[in-house]
């Protein structure tokens, strides 16, 4: 095809008439596929020869495209003359080409395809171009250079080869051009290069010298009055304080300065001097430590988010206004970003290094006579006051401003309680409830201002939400009168937060609110049956969610009758139809649930009719929007990826309240749920699709009970449902979801109890437990890892620290969550487990090496432990494997923690490893005698953990004599075991203790009472003590020993006379107590 054939068809492609345009690709499409050499070869000539801008520009466009595409990549497809000729007309085209917007395109092209050549040093005279085109007499030519080196970096700066170092050099040298232009796009450039050398700590140093020439162009720029320019030199800062934040470290104060002061411009637009701030919070998010040594950068920057907070327009109608309706118009606005930026900021500085400088600039702003500036002031403290301690935050003088003077700062004022009310729950609600609901009142119940009404009913909600019922009952009259009366009078914005605060203090207060509840269900189900209207719609929403939180807080039996109501008015919705912007659709999804929660099995009857709205929600496409943020388009999800959410959790709580009754549904259910357990877009709809799982397999088992199928459906389920979870843990990168998975699989075998063992094979099994073990061992590592960076990393302070303990303490839950499901598939497998444990056993002993962590060691003894408990005898040919393991931790008293798993498990080996154990009885009483004694000795240095191992250790001891009797001297061993008891701290060990305490005595067991009884007096101590104590002991075995004691006080009085000398008086009269009552 020549040029003219092409030239037509490239024309044909730019048409504005939609056919021509179709018929045009199509045949460029057809064209590539059957002959691209000599259509791109076509295109190159085009490129260079045109006099058309807009022939060239689409030339650029489609080389770019079409050239780095591809498997292999279309440039590589062809000829090595053609090849050769791109490489050398697009770096001609760039020099001589006479439009910029062509050229811009053209570097586009260039910079696509070198990111892939370059790799193999495949683009020779490219790399000489852009090192030389640097000192090209053109203006144009410098400009394009640096535009590829940016593009080129941006990614892999690894692309640029051992040229690093030079191209750095060149970056500078380019920040110093005489040119404008030059300049801007060498500090863009810098930007990406810089931002992609992040972890590199060799390249910090020499990287830090382009940080002063970057901060001088784009002052030049300011000063210059460029704001195009600006923008784009901010958005380079910003690109790398997002990634790359340390690269500031050297001049740290001096960045914060630059953006403080031309964000302070108000010449400047909204989204410009937005960046400005944007770069000092993500460099505050990306290098906390670093930010937090910084006292200049610190106090710049929250100086410059308060003075942006502080540029509230002056709107008089702003009271009267809907503040959905006005929710986006101020979007950009500066001080809604900077509101935004000042929580980011609290979160990523902490309490104790931000609260020094805010809290004097708060107290200032406060005090102002300026109303922006109070107003300024209560945000900034809403924002902050998460990170902060309660102590610190002056309450009374925030109740205060609920009756200032202007109606924006009551509105502030009305803002930050509500914030407090969540973040200091219930402290805040316990000590300041008699100011603070009063205060909201007042605000409730002044109807000129229908927007304050609204935040202060909002806030009503955030308080008593978080309120113990015996502290809020005393108000609900009070609160229900104003409620009411606002609800008939205000505007219909002050009537939705209503109607969702009085279904609060419904649930937060029942009994009191139940005088109230048919009066406010006659008001709630009008709206349902009379707003129907577009402007009623967020009130028909309200009134939905209201109605079904009451039911939940009043009852079954209360709420039946309206509940059926309900679901015949939701039927006549449904049928009517609703709007593709309808919110009440999704609110309508949210009250059946809690309706579902609220009347259990009662709701079967409706499933049939809601599970199918439910299921297409749960499926739904999800479908991406475009927004601005800062001048910038981004794309955002839309508001159906909530809905989907939503659905996820209705059909969770559906499965788990109706259980039984939900069987009909279960395959459908697992249709839509189980490929979202892998659904990357939402963390809730993971975490849902994961959780449902166990509900659909118990039931399937209730259904397989109630012979409504077979087991093998529930074979097939089970089978499908673990391995797909499995699938999910081996690619899953997040630690809580991973907690998620592992909690769900636990609970999958748990409910399936025996019915596991038909349900898996031994293969399928061991990939289960092969898994949690892998699991297991990762996590462990990853708090190697993250000790690591806490003890030896230079950067690191208090808050640091805390951080990375929070993800230790993560991943250690992971790790016993994994541990735990190896002991659950014991558990439901008993003997069948065996030949599994063959396969896992080799792993688990390596983890009890000594060169392994004591939390490593521990979840292996936690594993053998449930080895040994639930397998019993037969798990006893391991004993001499693993017993001498036993016998060395037992004794490992710097690591209480581990002891205690240890000495647990010889206590279990004893109760059930049968006559196999019998051989290693002298040993355990020997190791469990002397690790007591040891830690005994440390008096009140012991810590609980210690204490606790202590205990565990007591109780293994009286186990081996309880069930190894035939191995034991009792008449030397157990005074010796009543010697230690009672137990100090071990709450859990006390019934089978004090069970076996009272056998012994109620037996008159003669080795623990002694010839004449002798030992009575230790008894009686140790009864009284234990009783008295602070352990729960089951209230039967308080009743055996109050028994044993009563029988003691009716032996003949010279026998009590005697004991009495014999024990401690306070001993007696404890004991007369006791029995007394």
């Known amino acids: 095809m020549d040029s003219n054939a092409v030239f037509r068809l490239l024309n044909g492609a730019l048409s504005p008439d939609n056919a021509v345009r179709t018929q045009a690709e199509a045949t460029l499409n057809k064209l590539l596929d059957t002959n691209p050499e000599n259509l791109l070869a076509t295109v190159l000539k085009l490129l260079r020869s045109s006099n058309n801008q807009q022939v060239r520009m689409f030339c650029a466009v489609l080389l770019r495209k079409k050239l780095p595409n591809g498997e292999p990549i279309l440039y590589d497809q062809l000829s090595k003359g053609l090849q050769n000729a791109f490489r050398t007309e697009l770096i001609r085209a760039i020099i001589e080409d006479t439009s910029a917007p062509v050229r811009n395109l053209i570097c586009d092209t260039v910079a696509e395809l070198a990111q892939i050549l370059l790799f193999h040093n495949r683009w020779q005279n490219l790399v000489e171009f852009l090192f030389s085109g640097v000192r090209a007499e053109k203006e144009h030519v410098r400009v394009a250079v640096f535009n590829i080196f940016g593009k080129v970096a941006d990614g892999n700066h690894e692309r640029l080869g051992n040229r690093l170092q030079q191209t750095m050099a060149v970056m500078e040298q380019g920040m110093r051009d005489r040119s404008a232009p030059v300049r801007v796009a060498a500090c863009i450039a810098s930007g990406k290069l810089v931002k992609e050398l992040a972890g590199e700590t060799k390249q910090e140093a020499p990287a830090a010298r382009l940080l002063t020439p970057m901060m001088e162009v784009t002052g030049q720029m300011f000063k210059a009055g460029n704001e195009d320019a600006v923008q784009r030199c901010v958005d380079a800062f910003v690109d790398v304080a997002t990634m790359n934040a340390r690269f500031f470290k050297s001049q740290l104060p001096k960045v914060s300065f630059l953006m403080k002061g031309m964000a302070e411009g108000r010449e400047l637009s909204p989204g410009l001097r937005n960046s400005c701030l944007e770069v000092l919070v993500s460099t505050a998010e990306g290098e906390e430590v670093m930010v937090r040594r910084c006292p200049e950068f610190l106090q710049q920057t929250v100086l410059l988010t308060l003075s942006l907070m502080v540029e509230v327009p002056h709107d008089p109608d702003w009271v009267t206004k809907d503040h959905q309706l006005d929710k986006g118009a101020e979007e950009n606005a500066n001080f809604e970003f900077a509101e935004m930026a000042m929580d980011?900021?609290?979160?990523?500085?902490?309490?104790?290094?931000?609260?020094?400088?805010?809290?004097?600039?708060?107290?200032?702003?406060?005090?102002?006579?300026?109303?922006?500036?109070?107003?300024?002031?209560?945000?900034?403290?809403?924002?902050v006051a998460e990170v902060m301690e309660f102590k610190q935050i002056p309450i009374n003088n925030i109740v205060k401003y609920l009756g200032d003077g202007h109606p924006r700062v009551r509105h502030a004022a009305a803002n930050c309680i509500g914030q407090l009310s969540n973040d200091f729950a219930p402290y805040i609600q316990d000590s300041c409830h008699k100011i603070i609901i009063p205060g909201l009142l007042s605000l409730l119940v002044d109807h000129r201002f229908p927007r304050i009404q609204t935040h202060a009913a909002a806030a009503l909600f955030n308080f008593t939400e978080h309120c113990e019922e015996e502290l809020l009952t005393p108000y609900v009259d009070v609160l229900m009168k104003h409620l009411f009366t606002t609800l008939s009078q205000g505007k219909r914005p002050v009537q939705e937060q209503i109607l969702t605060t009085v279904a609060c203090i419904a649930g937060s207060a029942p009994k009191a609110f139940s005088k109230h509840y048919d009066r406010v269900m006659g008001m709630v189900m009008k709206v349902l049956t009379t707003a129907r209207s577009k402007e009623t719609e967020r009130l028909r929403a309200r009134a939905m969610e209201c109605v079904s939180y009451i039911g939940m807080a009043v009852g079954k039996e209360r709420f039946k009758p309206h509940a059926t109501q309900l679901m015949s008015i939701f039927d006549q919705m449904i049928r009517a139809g609703f709007m593709n912007d309808d919110t009440t659709k999704q609110y309508m999804l949210q009250a059946w649930t809690r309706i579902g929660s609220?009347?259990?099995?009662?709701?079967?009857?409706?499933?049939?009719?809601?599970?199918?709205?439910?299921?297409?929600?749960?499926?739904?496409?999800?479908?991406?929007?475009?927004?601005?943020?800062?001048?910038?388009?981004?794309?955002?999800?839309?508001?159906?990826?909530?809905?989907?959410?939503?659905?996820?959790?209705?059909?969770?709580?559906?499965?788990?309240?109706?259980?039984?009754?939900?069987?009909?549904?279960?395959?459908?259910?697992?249709?839509?749920?189980?490929?979202?357990?892998?659904?990357?877009?939402?963390?809730?709809?993971?975490?849902?699709?994961?959780?449902?799982?166990?509900?659909?397999?118990?039931?399937?088992?209730?259904?397989?009970?109630?012979?409504?199928?077979?087991?093998?459906?529930?074979?097939?389920?089970?089978?499908?449902?673990?391995?797909?979870?499995?699938?999910?843990?081996?690619?899953?990168?997040?630690?809580?979801?991973?907690?998620?998975l592992v909690s769900a699989i636990q609970k999958a075998f748990r409910v399936a109890g025996p019915l596991a063992k038909n349900c898996l094979n031994r293969k399928s099994l061991e990939v289960v437990g092969m898994a949690m073990l892998k699991l297991l061992n990762k996590s462990q590592q990853h708090i190697i890892t993250l000790e690591g960076r806490r003890t030896k990393s230079e950067d690191m302070d208090e808050e640091g620290i805390a951080k990375i303990e929070q993800k230790i303490a993560e991943e250690d839950e992971l790790s016993l969550l994994a541990a735990d499901a190896i002991g659950v598939l014991i558990k439901s497998h008993g003997t069948d487990f065996l030949p599994v444990f063959e396969k896992l056993g080799p792993r688990i002993v390596e983890m009890l090496h000594p060169k392994r962590t004591v939390t490593t060691r521990k979840y292996a003894i936690f594993i053998l432990d449930d080895l040994f408990e639930f397998i019993g005898e037969p798990a006893g040919r391991y004993f001499p494997q693993l017993l001498p393991w036993f016998f060395q931790y037992a004794l490992e008293t710097q690591s209480p923690n581990l002891q205690q798993a240890t000495v647990y498990g010889l206590g279990i080996c004893a109760e059930h490893g049968g006559k196999g154990f019998d051989r290693y009885v002298e040993k355990t009483l020997q190791t469990l005698g002397n690790a007591i004694q040891h830690?005994?000795?440390?008096?009140?240095?012991?810590?609980?953990?210690?204490?606790?191992?202590?205990?565990?250790?007591?109780?293994?001891?009286?186990?081996?004599?309880?069930?190894?009797?035939?191995?034991?001297?009792?008449?030397k061993m157990l005074p010796v075991w009543l010697g230690w008891l009672p137990l100090q701290i071990d709450g859990s060990e006390a019934a089978s203790v004090y069970s076996m305490l009272c056998a012994l005595i109620e037996s008159q067991n003669t080795a623990l009472l002694g010839q004449n009884m002798r030992n009575l007096p230790q008894v009686v101590t140790v009864l009284v003590r234990a009783f008295t104590g602070p352990l729960g002991i089951p209230p039967e075995i308080r009743a055996r020993m109050v028994k044993i004691m009563r029988q003691i006080l009716t032996m003949p009085k010279n026998m009590l006379d005697v004991l009495a000398k014999q024990v401690q008086p306070q001993v007696m009269e404890a004991m007369r107590k006791i029995t007394s009552g």
């Open 598 to 740: 609220a009347i259990k099995e009662d709701f079967e009857p409706y499933l049939k009719h809601v599970l199918p709205h439910v299921f297409m929600a749960a499926s739904k496409k999800i479908e991406f929007s475009q927004a601005q943020l800062n001048g910038k388009a981004i794309l955002g999800l839309t508001t159906s990826l909530e809905e989907k959410a939503t659905a996820c959790s209705m059909l969770c709580s559906f499965a788990h309240d109706i259980n039984k009754g939900y069987f009909p549904f279960v395959e459908d259910t697992y249709k839509v749920m189980g490929p979202l357990m892998e659904y990357y877009l939402n963390d809730d709809v993971r975490s849902f699709a994961i959780s449902i799982m166990p509900d659909l397999i118990q039931s399937t088992i209730s259904a397989v009970q109630d012979r409504k199928t077979d087991t093998r459906y529930l074979k097939n389920l089970f089978g499908v449902v673990t391995g797909r979870m499995i699938e999910c843990l081996q690619n899953e990168p997040d630690t809580d979801m991973l907690c998620t």
């Open 344 to 383: 980011r900021l609290a979160l990523a500085i902490g309490g104790r290094k931000l609260q020094p400088i805010v809290f004097p600039l708060i107290s200032k702003c406060v005090s102002n006579e300026d109303w922006k500036m109070r107003r300024a002031g209560l945000m900034s403290l809403s924002q």
């Open 935 to 971: 830690n005994r000795k440390l008096g009140a240095r012991a810590s609980d953990d210690t204490k606790s191992a202590t205990d565990n250790a007591i109780s293994a001891f009286g186990k081996v004599c309880r069930y190894r009797s035939s191995c034991v001297d009792l008449n």
